[in-house]
């Protein structure tokens, strides 16, 4: 059995490593998770904004609100 | 008696099948579901992204939040 | 006294009969409704999407958020 | 002292009588409330969708969710 | 000291008093609070619906939903 | 240390003083604050609405909802 | 272990310091953040309003509602 029992255990797992949050809006933040909490709310390190796939701009470390998100995905 | 009693029991018998999950925006992500929770908050294996039905992104493994679905269909 | 006292009680007559969901968007769900919890989400078989009344697409058994309902009416 | 001391008093006092709802989009909803709750749910027999004061559709019994009111109005 | 210490003394203050509504879309209600509670659930009686400042209907009685208001103000 | 340890401490050194608000939609509302609660909601005395930087209109009294609320800055 | 563990560390170490907040809506905030409760409503000194990268408007200290907030990033 390797899958996630819970959706947080995929947070979890993915501490220190890279992900793509995919926010409401259709643009899209890409860098390091290193820190979340119960609301989904995230510390993202090197983190970049991207719209269409393209660097929009680097904003280095981020605390991003949880209730902008659509999903989040390991990189 | 072998319709679902409660609206959740429909998520635990399509854990590890493939779903379907269309969002508020109109998008649609399918899947395989490995994990929910009470919010509704999904985890996805081999996610992919459709727009009106044809293939947008493939996603890999996302957590995507229950608050921007509009409704869960097992396929 | 035929009237139900409270809402819900309205869910609980209809259950294992159509439906037709009205959504905030405009759109509209029509099926059969199997389960339903006090956020009013709703599990529906046989499920229609339609559009100004014109079937849209058939999702067979959904799972519905409660949150994107306008209205739900016994068919 | 005639006027009602509560707001949920003019929903007492408008039990199985006519009403008129006004919704957040700007459509309405006429009918008769039998039945609400606390969360403003509403249930409302012969009801009729109006749209600039005309008749768009009739609905038969529908269960109204509160959260899409701006306001009701006995007829 | 004259003022009211909360934001809900002025609502008492305003009882059996004509107020005017300004609702978060821009329209405008107004007419005599008769009755509110803690959402700001407002019952407004000889309620006149306002656009721009003219009367686009008469409503009489209403019950209006405290999340739609921008703000309350005493005529 | 003069600065406020909790951000309602901004609040309650701006009594009895000229505040500008600015609301979610763009618009802003100026004016005297005199009480304030926790869901910051406001009651503003001698309120100016505001649209560009120009008085669109004097409301007197009002009791704005917090919920609509960008930010509040003491004049 | 440099990095934070809990989101809202990021920021008790940002206190005292210039952050950049991004909106909702798209428009930005400059200024030194101190103070914050749990909402994520801020205290902002010497803040600007920023429209794509332009400051638009200088307001002195400001409390931002927490709930118009999609990042905040330490300058």
Known sequence: MTQP??????LNKALQHN???RL?????I???LTAFDI???L?????E???DGTVKAKVGTMLLRG???LYISPA
């Open 39 to 41: 609301h989904m709310n």
């Open 49 to 51: 904004e991207l719209d």
């Open 19 to 21: 992900v793509l949050i």
């Open 67 to 69: 209730g902008n998100i």
């Open 24 to 28: 409401k809006g259709g643009a899209s």
């Open 5 to 10: 029992e819970r959706p947080f255990d995929l």
């Open 30 to 32: 890409r860098g390091k």
């Open 43 to 47: 510390v993202i390190q090197d983190a």
